[in-house]
């Protein structure tokens, strides 16, 4: 009998054992290394996470708003006369490049499609320049190229900013949201800046 006894006492603590884990770990599943399904790390905070349409539009949206600031900050970097504006237009490319590939992540990671480049030529969203101011842009140059590229760049961080805002107040996905803060605090002083650097710049 008393075999059996520590044979059934044995049986019973491994069951609790088993059974104990079991229940730790169903809180912590979702976070479970490798449980991302091969998403890309920048995607992972928002791979388990509850997102809505205003994630989505946030996300599809500031893609192609952040390409054309990349655009602009590539005619900046080259053809700009003010350190500053060159200064500038490195660290808006440096900033809002690796955005691109953390809101492309995420979609792919909800299912969404991801925008391709030059997509936003057929946008009219808050900030966004026309294929004829763009032209303009191209075209200009001297100190004058700065003074509009300025002005263009304010615009273009102010559609951003709204872009952010709308998403702190209605969109569900935690990492979204702080992506969406971060962009305000930057894209804001940002904005400083350059309407401090347009007093200085000449206007003819």
């Given at each position: 009998m008393t075999h059996v006894y520590r044979t059934t006492a044995a049986s019973a603590a491994l069951l609790a054992a088993v059974f104990g884990v079991a229940g730790c770990g169903d809180s912590d599943a979702g976070t479970m290394p490798g449980m991302n399904h091969g998403s890309s790390p920048s995607a992972s905070a928002s791979t388990t996470a509850v997102f809505n349409d205003a994630d989505v539009a946030f996300a599809t949206q500031m893609i192609p708003h952040h390409q054309q600031a990349i655009t602009m900050a590539d005619l900046a970097v080259?053809?700009?006369?003010?350190?500053?504006?060159?200064?500038?237009?490195?660290?808006?490319?440096?900033?809002?490049?690796?955005?691109?590939?953390?809101?492309?992540?995420?979609?792919?990671?909800?299912?969404?499609?991801?925008?391709?480049?030059?997509?936003?030529?057929?946008?009219?969203?808050?900030?966004?320049?026309?294929?004829?101011?763009?032209?303009?842009l191209t075209k200009a140059s001297g100190t004058m190229f700065d003074r509009m590229w300025t002005e263009m760049m304010i615009k273009h961080h102010q559609g951003a900013v709204a872009m952010a805002k709308t998403e702190q107040t209605t969109g569900k996905d935690t990492a979204s949201v702080a992506l969406a803060a971060k962009i305000q605090t930057a894209q804001t002083t940002e904005i400083a800046t350059m309407q401090r650097l347009l007093g200085r710049l000449p206007t003819a």
């Open positions: 080259k053809k700009a006369t003010t350190a500053e504006v060159k200064k500038l237009a490195t660290a808006i490319k440096a900033a809002q490049d690796p955005e691109i590939k953390q809101l492309s992540g995420w979609l792919t990671s909800w299912g969404k499609p991801v925008p391709t480049p030059g997509e936003h030529s057929g946008h009219t969203m808050t900030g966004m320049m026309g294929p004829q101011e763009m032209d303009d």
